[in-house]
């Protein structure tokens, strides 16, 4: 069992942890719906893209975390496990953009009620937040690993291209954006 990469992801879950409970509640920062949208969403992409060989990546999340790297000349076998999960990432961040313009669409047709905008606003924003940790905590190494297994040139290993990470940008900004126009009009602050 290769105890660093369990450690690894605790320690970085950890230290979110305890970041957000220095500050606040951590149950502020659990909302049913948005994880249900953020995992299954990314999970169903997945399945749609690759069929029944999605699976390889629920297996190999599991002997990525066990330590059972399986053999590293499978080359061809590695790659396409470092494909899915690059694919799983980004999924998953695409999602919460789509998510947190779901959010903003409930935001703002419930503008009259200020007891509804406060969870439309959590879906919009944990859907992002839950989409990035899929992917810094989950995609990225498991990628990462496969491609080293692969015997992948060191280019390779580059992290997805600035249009997700422009659109997780964009996203975000723009639900701070609704947040602060929020704030701004309203009469109950």
Same mark, same amino acid.
């Given at each position: 069992?290769?105890?660093?990469?369990?450690? +690894?992801?605790?320690? !970085? /879950?950890?230290?979110? %942890?305890?970041?957000?409970?220095?500050? @606040?509640?951590?149950? &502020?920062?659990?909302?049913?719906?948005?994880?249900?949208?953020?995992?299954l969403m990314p999970v169903l992409l997945l399945v749609v893209t690759y069929g029944r060989r999605s699976g390889a990546l629920a297996r190999a999340i599991g002997s990525w975390l066990k330590?059972?790297?399986?053999?590293?000349?499978?080359?061809?076998?590695?790659?396409?496990?470092?494909?899915?999960?690059?694919?799983?990432?980004?999924?998953?961040?695409?999602? +919460?953009?789509?998510? !947190? /313009?779901?959010?903003? %669409?409930?935001?703002?047709?419930?503008? @009259?009620?200020?007891? &509804?905008?406060?969870?439309?606003?959590?879906?919009?924003?944990?859907?992002?937040?839950?989409?990035?940790?899929?992917?810094?905590?989950?995609?990225?190494?498991?990628?990462?690993?496969?491609?080293?297994?692969?015997?992948?040139?060191?280019?390779?290993?580059?992290?997805?291209?600035?249009?997700?990470?422009?659109?997780?940008?964009?996203?975000?900004?723009?639900?701070?954006?609704?947040?602060?126009?929020?704030?701004?009009?309203?009469?109950? /602050?």
């Open positions: 069992m290769k105890l660093h990469r369990i450690m +690894g992801v605790l320690i !970085a /879950v950890a230290s979110l %942890v305890a970041a957000i409970a220095i500050r @606040s509640p951590l149950i &502020a920062y659990v909302d049913v719906i948005s994880v249900m949208l953020a995992w330590g059972r790297d399986g053999e590293p000349g499978e080359g061809e076998s590695h790659r396409s496990l470092a494909a899915m999960a690059r694919d799983y990432g980004q999924y998953a961040v695409l999602n +919460g953009c789509i998510c !947190a /313009v779901i959010g903003h %669409v409930m935001m703002l047709t419930n503008m @009259s009620d200020p007891s &509804a905008i406060g969870p439309a606003l959590a879906v919009s924003l944990f859907t992002i937040l839950y989409g990035f940790l899929i992917q810094l905590l989950i995609a990225v190494p498991v990628r990462h690993h496969h491609l080293a297994l692969a015997g992948a040139d060191p280019a390779e290993f580059a992290h997805q291209g600035l249009h997700l990470r422009a659109l997780g940008l964009i996203g975000f900004s723009s639900g701070i954006s609704f947040l602060l126009m929020l704030v701004a009009m309203s009469s109950w /602050v």
